[in-house]
């Protein structure tokens, strides 16, 4: 059961993505992400941490794959430097925790950004470029759903890519 959590984007993220008072939850579609994205950007707060997972799913294979190298996460912090926000990066670039390998530090930059506490411009301006890259971003995702899913062309109109979003 999902609780709603104190905070303005907290709420923003429970209205969109949870159901039936938090017992049921909400996977977003690229269209909903961009609306939910704007939505936060034009809320103008921050959240301790932001994070959506993409996954795709193909309903005629019955089958998913989750990219979680290709997640977002945004952290505020009370204080960080130039170094920090490298180390950072390159720590969510290695994740154990992945079946594939992201290598690409410009991605890591704004796929795993840094603002501090209540820095509302540097936090909009980490959702603002995430939301424009997503176009590059689903092209890289659907060429290793294509190559691990062994995706034919009559398969695609089967399938979709969908988000799980979480925020504290």
């Known amino acids: 059961m999902l609780k709603k959590k104190r905070g303005k984007i907290n709420g923003i993220i429970y209205n969109n993505t949870a159901y039936y008072k938090g017992k049921y939850r909400y996977y977003p579609t690229i269209t909903d992400l961009k609306g939910i994205l704007e939505e936060i950007i034009s809320c103008n ?5 932001l994070r959506v997972t993409p996954f795709y799913i193909n309903e005629e294979l019955n089958h998913q794959i989750e990219f979680e190298e290709y997640m977002f996460y945004i952290e505020c912090r ?20 992945t079946p594939r390998v992201l290598n690409d530090i410009n991605l890591g930059a704004i796929l795993y950004p840094l603002c501090k506490h209540n820095d509302i411009v540097s936090y909009q301006k980490a959702l ?11 092209l890289k995702m659907m060429k290793i759903a294509k190559s691990e899913m062994k995706l034919k062309e009559k ?11 979480q925020s504290d």
């Open 45 to 49: 707060s921050t959240t301790n941490c």
């Open 128 to 138: 603002k470029v995430y939301k424009d890259s997503l176009r590059e971003i689903l």
């Open 155 to 165: 398969h695609l109109p089967f399938g979709y890519f969908c988000f799980e979003i």
């Open 78 to 97: 009370d204080w960080f430097d130039e170094k920090d926000q490298e180390m950072h990066i390159l720590d969510c670039l290695d994740s154990v925790d």
